[in-house]
């Protein structure tokens, strides 16, 4: 078994200059070349303006070549808690932008010629409990009757159809939903960038951001591992990556782990009766499993094995959880051989929802919570029409964005073993 990222072994990414000099200035900087910043840089050099993205690491590093390449409907919270927290006419928008984000990177993957094996598979909930999926037939109806989109349910007697595993109450389908490869979508998306014009400086980590005036110009003048920028306006997309160089959005920011496994290529018989649909499918857990076919026939099987971030000793723990996981749901896979195991950082916010919007002067994205694919790229795009001077209706712009209750973060998320255990307990009593 390899502790490497298997998508990577399917994708070249696009190639950037390192050996070049920073420019002195930018109309833009855009801190991070995962989704969210390259869709912004992206829109913001097809409208002219200079952009340098600046990434610590390498284009695609972060989550944004990491992820089950689920493009989902919907968000992490449900919509009778939705609409509990902003009401019926912003969720309605909110559920609307979810549907446009998919849209969105269609429309991306179609213009740019991204071979990234994008296809309108749909996707399949799995109730773990009968309560849950009682709860499913209330969120359909909520779901048609609000927002006028259709989910369907599926009875317990007629999952097969859907997926070969004994162990769930049910399920409940959207039809709208789409599987990736998200490695080759996130090459695709820098390699568009590039060609719109923007500059991307690989290895050229963003360290302080000040505020300093130029020729009459307010803006910003940022230090970096490879010199300094100044730059007129700044666009933070670092999501789970998120650190000191933006001290007001790291404590907003909790980091949480997410592992991977995929397995050897499965006959395409054994393909088939696990996921006759290929669907992307999730349970309806806390600590939730995800799992897919990739396009070449593995089983890829994910979850928050350990809610720390990513680092040697939690990927290799996470395999075998995992691994025993994967055999729970498929008991056929026992013997099946795991190739490959990997870690990655989602971000979350304290309400678990997308956020959007200027924070001390700089404009950001963040707080995908697992749901970035789509809302990643699609806030990216937003928030540089924003940038640009344009008005997009964003109903993620503007809504309250907390902090830790009490104030007691300061970005280290100390509190991660309190908050799995309580996960953990809480998918044992409901
Ligand atoms: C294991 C895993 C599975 C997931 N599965 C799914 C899924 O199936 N479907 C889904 O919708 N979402 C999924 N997600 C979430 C999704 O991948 C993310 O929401 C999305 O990729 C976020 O994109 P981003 O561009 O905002 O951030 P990232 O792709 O994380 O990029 C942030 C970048 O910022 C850079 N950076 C940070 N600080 C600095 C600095 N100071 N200077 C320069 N650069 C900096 C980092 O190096 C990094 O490359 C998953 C995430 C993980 C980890």
């Given amino acids: 078994m390899q502790l490497h990222n298997y998508w990577l072994t399917t994708v070249e990414m696009p190639k950037t200059d390192v050996a070049r000099a920073l420019p002195e200035t930018a109309d833009v900087a855009v801190i991070g070349a995962g989704f969210t910043g390259l869709s912004a840089a992206r829109t913001l050099a097809k409208k002219g303006a200079k952009v340098v993205v600046l990434e610590g690491e390498t284009i695609g590093w972060g989550a944004s070549s990491r992820n089950g390449g689920m493009v989902l409907t919907g968000m992490k919270l449900g919509v009778n808690k939705l609409i509990s927290m902003y009401g019926q006419e912003r969720t ?201 076919l990739t396009p070449d026939n593995r089983m890829l099987f994910g979850g928050r094995a350990a809610f720390f971030p990513e680092s040697g000793d939690s990927i290799r723990k996470s395999a075998e959880i995992l691994r025993l996981g994967m055999i729970d749901v498929y008991p056929q896979l026992r013997n099946t051989k795991v190739e490959f195991v990997w870690g990655g950082t989602l971000d979350f916010a304290f309400d678990i929802m997308p956020h959007a919007g200027q924070m001390d002067g700089m404009y950001y994205a963040v707080g995908y919570a697992g749901h970035g694919v789509a809302m990643a790229t699609y806030q990216g795009q937003l928030m540089a029409l924003q940038i640009a001077g344009e008005k997009p209706d964003n109903p993620f712009d503007g809504i309250p964005f907390p902090g830790a209750p009490l104030g007691l973060y300061n970005g280290r998320p100390w509190f991660l073993p309190l908050a799995g255990a309580y996960y953990k307990f809480l998918d044992w009593v409901s």
Avoid at 120 to 147: M, N, W
Avoid at 149 to 155: D, F, G, R
Avoid at 212 to 228: D, F, I, N, V
Wanted: charged share 20%.
């Fill in 92 to 292: 309605r928008k909110m559920y609307a932008a979810s549907l446009a984000s998919i849209d969105c990177v269609e429309q991306i993957v179609g213009e740019e010629k991204i071979a990234c094996d994008f296809s309108r598979c749909g996707h399949l909930e799995v109730a773990c409990k009968q309560a849950h999926f009682d709860d499913y037939a209330r969120q359909v109806e909520v779901i048609a009757r609000e927002f006028s989109h259709e989910l369907k349910i599926v009875q317990r007697h007629e999952l097969s159809s859907e997926i070969g595993s004994g162990i769930y109450f049910g399920g409940m389908v959207d039809e709208i939903s789409v599987g990736v490869n998200p490695a080759r979508y996130v090459a695709g998306l820098g390699a568009a960038a590039l060609r719109a014009g923007a500059s991307v400086f690989e290895q050229t980590r963003v360290q302080t951001i000040g505020r300093e005036a130029r020729q009459g110009t307010q803006g910003w003048k940022l230090s970096t591992s490879c010199g300094a920028l100044w730059a007129r306006d700044v666009f933070v997309g670092t999501s789970g990556y998120t650190g000191r160089a933006t001290p007001g959005l790291q404590t907003k920011i909790i980091p949480i782990g997410s592992y991977i496994i995929t397995t050897e290529v499965l006959p395409d018989a054994l393909a088939r009766e696990l996921s006759p649909r290929n669907r992307m499918i999730y349970d309806s857990k806390n600590y939730i499993y995800y799992y897919r």
